[in-house]
């Protein structure tokens, strides 16, 4: 027996390749997904050296930040959008990269379809020009973002040169309340380890509470796990993960399949391995949670109110609070539940999959969206749009006067034509809540999917228990 080990130890290991001097490690990628915005570059830089993709196999592309959520078939009209789009269609061709097209129903966000299409598969090394490749993480794949120079290194030799990082656990104990998502324990997690809680580290996720999500559900927070600083997340994989998985068009097929889940099932924290750092939460003392700031980290439960900067010990914290109430145009003690939107965006990687459109549909389902508020629905993909249509989502939506729209990134951060305007106030199921990350001068508050769907029928962020 050797000296136990964490998930994320078992992982690194199986995949170095090398070691350089110091600290740098060469490891193998299994997994490389590429879009259009951090992509060009790179291929650009193979052409100029005259390399090839090495394992084009490995690879997968699609076009997700840019592309119009209405009238797709009509093409991009926005020129800067649709030269980043028609440039990766044609490196992809050029290098033998597969690729989905945009008109191609099994198109979408790339962290959406790289789980749905069974690219993303227990014990991989996955990366991807982007930083919320974490989500992958939910399958207990290390994965993370990558520079535009690091994707033209792993397209050329199908290896990384990287760093050892921390161990990290977040232990969230016992069951989760009704109204309380995924979302809610990683705005609770960022809200309280901040957004540099786990700098250095890659957090594994542990306990009852996140056992018991769906697949849905640990993607929704290990996508998340970016915003905490940290550099991946990580959750082992069980008997939910390997249901998913299995069946999915590039997942091991019958008699492979097998023998990969007896492998996937030694993917696991060894018993008193070590952790640099550990955090835990208890799941019963979560409800609903909503920021009222420009940071993830300005998170709070819904019945709480907006704080002032002098509640804050820390000077530099001050400083920003200060800011950020500014920006927000909100004022010290009001009530959150006061807070008035007049936008909805339900969608993004974090919220875009077909269990949060079923929790919003039973939210919604024969209530209208407050004639002041302009609400958007986003699938993730094409396929979550077609499973929704199959349920009569889409009418439900409709009928309660949201605009159902084509997948995307969309609002979450506003490449596309899909943007707030200035002073616009937002209640978005989306990652980010920077200043003007939805569009210029635009205002996010981050919540679950049910909780857009709460603020979308009263017109102001709301407690989502008080539909149910
Ligand atoms: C455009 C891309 C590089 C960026 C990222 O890396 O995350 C985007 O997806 C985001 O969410 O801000
Ligand atoms: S949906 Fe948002 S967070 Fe996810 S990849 Fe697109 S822009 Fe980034």
Same mark, same amino acid.
């Given at each position: 027996?050797?000296t136990p *080990?964490t998930l994320?130890?078992?992982i690194?290991?199986?995949?170095v390749v090398d070691?350089?001097?110091?600290? +740098?490690y060469i490891?193998?990628?299994?997994?490389h997904l590429?879009?259009e915005?951090?992509?060009?570059?790179?291929f650009?830089?193979? *052409?100029?050296?005259?390399r090839?993709v090495?394992?084009p196999?490995?690879?997968f592309a699609?076009?997700d930040?840019?592309?119009?959520?209405?009238?797709?078939?009509?093409?991009i009209?926005?020129?800067e959008?649709k030269?980043?789009?028609d440039?990766?269609?044609?490196n #992809?061709?050029?290098?033998?990269v597969?690729?989905?097209?945009?008109t191609?129903?099994?198109?979408g966000?790339?962290?959406?379809?790289?789980?749905e299409?069974g690219?993303t598969?227990?014990g991989?090394t996955?990366?991807?020009?982007?930083?919320?490749?974490?989500t992958?993480?939910a399958?207990g794949?290390?994965a993370?973002?990558?520079?535009?120079?690091?994707v033209?290194h792993?397209?050329a #030799?199908? #290896?990384l040169v990287?760093?050892?990082?921390?161990?990290?656990?977040?232990?969230?104990?016992?069951?989760?309340?009704l109204?309380?998502?995924a979302?809610?324990i990683?705005?609770a997690?960022?809200?309280?380890?901040?957004?540099?809680?786990?700098?250095?580290?890659?957090?594994?996720?542990?306990?009852d509470?996140i *056992?018991?999500?769906s697949m849905e559900g640990r993607?929704?927070l290990?996508n998340?796990?970016?915003?905490?600083?940290?550099?991946a997340?990580?959750?082992?994989?069980d008997?939910?993960?390997?249901e998913?998985?299995k069946g999915r068009?590039?997942?091991?097929?019958?008699g492979?399949?097998e023998?990969?889940?007896?492998?996937w099932k030694?993917?696991?924290?060894d018993?008193?391995a070590?952790f640099?750092k550990?955090v835990?939460?208890d799941?019963?003392d979560?409800?609903?949670?909503?920021?009222w700031?420009t940071?993830?980290?300005?998170?709070?439960?819904? #019945?709480?109110?907006?704080p002032?900067?002098?509640?804050f010990a820390?000077?530099?914290k001050?400083?920003?609070?200060?800011?950020a109430?500014?920006?927000?145009?909100?004022t010290?003690?009001?009530?959150l539940?006061?807070?008035?939107?007049?936008?909805v965006?339900i969608?993004s990687?974090t919220n875009? *999959?077909?269990?949060?459109?079923?929790e919003v549909?039973?939210?919604?389902e024969g209530?209208k969206?407050k004639?002041t508020v302009n609400a958007?629905?986003?699938?993730?993909s094409?396929?979550?749009?077609i499973? +929704?249509?199959?349920e009569?989502?889409?009418k439900?939506?409709?009928?309660?006067?949201?605009?159902?729209?084509q997948p995307?990134?969309?609002m979450?951060?506003a490449?596309?034509?899909?943007?707030?305007?200035?002073?616009d106030?937002?209640?978005?199921t989306?990652?980010?809540n920077?200043?003007?990350?939805?569009?210029r001068?635009?205002?996010?508050?981050?919540v679950?999917?049910?909780?857009a769907?709460?603020?979308?029928v009263t017109?102001?962020?709301?407690?989502?228990?008080?539909?149910m």
């Amino acid at each position: 027996m050797g000296t136990p *080990r964490t998930l994320y130890d078992k992982i690194w290991d199986s995949h170095v390749v090398d070691q350089l001097e110091d600290e +740098a490690y060469i490891l193998y990628i299994d997994r490389h997904l590429v879009h259009e915005v951090t992509s060009p570059q790179a291929f650009e830089g193979l *052409r100029n050296s005259g390399r090839k993709v090495r394992r084009p196999d490995a690879t997968f592309a699609v076009a997700d930040h840019n592309v119009p959520t209405k009238d797709i078939e009509k093409g991009i009209t926005d020129p800067e959008s649709k030269l980043q789009v028609d440039t990766l269609e044609a490196n #992809t061709a050029e290098f033998g990269v597969p690729y989905f097209s945009m008109t191609d129903d099994r198109r979408g966000i790339v962290h959406i379809i790289g789980p749905e299409q069974g690219l993303t598969l227990p014990g991989m090394t996955i990366v991807c020009g982007d930083s919320h490749t974490s989500t992958h993480g939910a399958f207990g794949a290390l994965a993370h973002g990558i520079g535009t120079s690091e994707v033209e290194h792993v397209l050329a #030799t199908q #290896t990384l040169v990287q760093e050892k990082a921390k161990n990290m656990r977040v232990t969230v104990h016992g069951d989760l309340p009704l109204g309380v998502t995924a979302k809610d324990i990683a705005l609770a997690i960022i809200g309280k380890i901040g957004t540099a809680g786990g700098t250095g580290h890659v957090i594994e996720y542990a306990g009852d509470a996140i *056992r018991a999500l769906s697949m849905e559900g640990r993607m929704t927070l290990c996508n998340m796990t970016i915003e905490a600083g940290a550099r991946a997340g990580l959750i082992a994989p069980d008997e939910t993960t390997f249901e998913y998985v299995k069946g999915r068009p590039y997942a091991p097929k019958a008699g492979m399949y097998e023998q990969a889940v007896a492998y996937w099932k030694s993917l696991s924290t060894d018993e008193g391995a070590h952790f640099d750092k550990e955090v835990e939460l208890d799941a019963s003392d979560l409800i609903p949670y909503v920021t009222w700031g420009t940071s993830p980290e300005d998170a709070l439960p819904i #019945t709480g109110s907006v704080p002032a900067p002098g509640d804050f010990a820390d000077e530099g914290k001050r400083g920003a609070a200060e800011r950020a109430l500014g920006y927000m145009g909100l004022t010290a003690g009001m009530k959150l539940t006061d807070i008035e939107v007049d936008h909805v965006f339900i969608g993004s990687c974090t919220n875009g *999959r077909i269990e949060d459109l079923r929790e919003v549909a039973k939210i919604v389902e024969g209530k209208k969206v407050k004639e002041t508020v302009n609400a958007i629905i986003v699938p993730g993909s094409g396929l979550v749009k077609i499973q +929704a249509e199959a349920e009569g989502l889409d009418k439900i939506f409709e009928a309660a006067g949201f605009e159902w729209r084509q997948p995307g990134c969309s609002m979450c951060l506003a490449m596309n034509a899909d943007k707030l305007d200035e002073g616009d106030r937002c209640a978005s199921t989306s990652n980010r809540n920077f200043e003007g990350r939805q569009g210029r001068g635009g205002r996010t508050h981050l919540v679950s999917p049910g909780m857009a769907a709460a603020a979308a029928v009263t017109g102001r962020l709301t407690d989502v228990r008080e539909l149910m």
